[in-house]
Every structure is written in C-alpha cells, then in structure tokens.
T-cell receptor, first 112, second 110 residues
Framework: NAGVTQTPKFQVLKTGQSMTLQCAQDMNHNSMYWYRQDPGMGLRLIYYSASEGTTDKGEVPNGYNVSRLNKREFSLRLESAAPSQTSVYFC???????????FGSGTQLSVL | GQQVMQIPQYQHVQEGEDFTTYCNSSTTLSNIQWYKQRPGGHPVFLIQLVKSGEVKKQKRLTFQFGEAKKNSSLHITATQTTDVGTYFCAGWFGNEKLTFGTGTRLTIIP
C-alpha cells in the first residue's frame, strides 16, 4: 500500500522553465492538497481539490496551476519558474471532512 | 486572514526533560490537529482535538484544546531522542482548508 506518491523527489530548474509535479494516492481519498514548506514558515497551502473535478486556491496560489486528473491524481504545474518558488512541495490527501492528512514524501525543487 | 501561530520556534532540551509547544489561532477553530515531521521527512498526523477543553494523551504526549477553542498545546514528558523533529499544529478553516502553524523544532541533547 503506497499511500501518497510524489514524483520527482528532486528537481533543479532554471528561471523561466516549466514543470509539473505529480501526485497520486491509492487510498480512494476524496480531497487532495498541495503545500509548500519554507524554513521558518511552516506549510502553506497552494491549492486543494475537495473532490474530483473541483479545485480551489489556498494561501499562496500565484505562479501555480493544478489539475485534478481523476480521483487518484492531482498535479501541480509551474508555468514559468522563479527563484522564489524554490521550496519543498508536499502533496497530501484525506478521506473525509476534518480528518488527518496523509502526506507524500515531498519534492525538493530548486530554481536557479 | 486566518492565522495559526506557534511558539517557540525552536526548543533545545536535555534528554529526559519535558517539552511544551503552544499554538494560537486568530479565530475560533472547529478542531485542531497536531503533526510531527522528522528531519528530512514528511508531516505525520498525530491527533485531532474537537471539544472545548479536551485533553488527550498518547503515551508521553499530552494534547490540550483551550476552552475558547482558539489555543492548544502539546506537552512531552521525559523527552527521548526519538522525539526529535518539528511539531506542527493545524486548524481547519471551513471544511477543506487546513492552515498550519509555523512549527516548533525540537532538538534533544543526549
């Protein structure tokens, strides 16, 4: 049982490049999330998807787009990467309202 | 905006000493959750508190939810090296937005 799987684990981009972070969960969860983690700032919500077919902005959505491809998969796209997007990105999911989140192992992204 | 503040940011304790981290919300929370993140790892859900004044224990960890449902604390008794990591509180604003505190990083001096 893999839980929440994120790819890639590490990525280095040049300013202006684009990329997509992939996330898949095999727990049949309805809700999925993307957070970024920066030193001293905790985890900040970028986007979330309460159910298949819906997405909503979190605290820091600028510069990102998301796609809830199906119930299992929720991808995060950086169209034109900037150094300020250097961070660790976590995908998470949960089954029902107000339950605990299950996190993936994270993607460490550096934008030069 | 909705904020969840956590103090202290860092805590260094001798092994065997107690540790406490405090969490405060700008608004009343429907419930609060606690997570632990080991160095280099991902956050792992520990517990959820729902009721005003609720106290829950997990072995050496004691979690409290304030009477006004705007603050919470995590207390670890007699810390061990396995307790090393960052502890986050998180509050639900609405049904789907979970806002995390800034975290308290605990280091243990053997």
């Amino acid at each position: 049982n893999a839980g929440v799987t994120q790819t890639p684990k590490f990525q280095v981009l040049k300013t202006g490049q684009s990329m997509t972070l992939q996330c898949a969960q095999d727990m049949n969860h309805n809700s999925m999330y993307w957070y970024r983690q920066d030193p001293g700032m905790g985890l900040r919500l970028i986007y979330y998807s309460a159910s298949e077919g819906t997405t909503d902005k979190g605290e820091v959505p600028n510069g990102y787009n998301v796609s809830r491809l199906n119930k299992r998969e929720f991808s995060l796209r950086l169209e034109s990467a900037a150094p300020s997007q250097t961070s660790v990105y976590f995908c998470a999911s949960k089954e029902q309202v107000w339950q605990g989140l299950f996190f993936g192992s994270g993607t460490q992204l550096s934008v030069l | 905006g909705q904020q969840v503040m956590q103090i202290p940011q860092y805590q260094h304790v001798q092994e065997g000493e107690d540790f406490t981290t405090y969490c405060n919300s700008s608004t009343t929370l429907s419930n609060i959750q606690w997570y632990k993140q080991r160095p280099g790892g991902h956050p792992v859900f520990l517990i959820q508190l729902v009721k005003s004044g609720e106290v829950k224990k997990q072995k050496r960890l004691t979690f409290q939810f304030g009477e006004a449902k705007k603050n919470s604390s995590l207390h670890i008794t007699a810390t061990q090296t396995t307790d090393v990591g960052t502890y986050f509180c998180a509050g639900w604003f609405g049904n789907e937005k979970l806002t995390f505190g800034t975290g308290t990083r605990l280091t243990i001096i053997p």
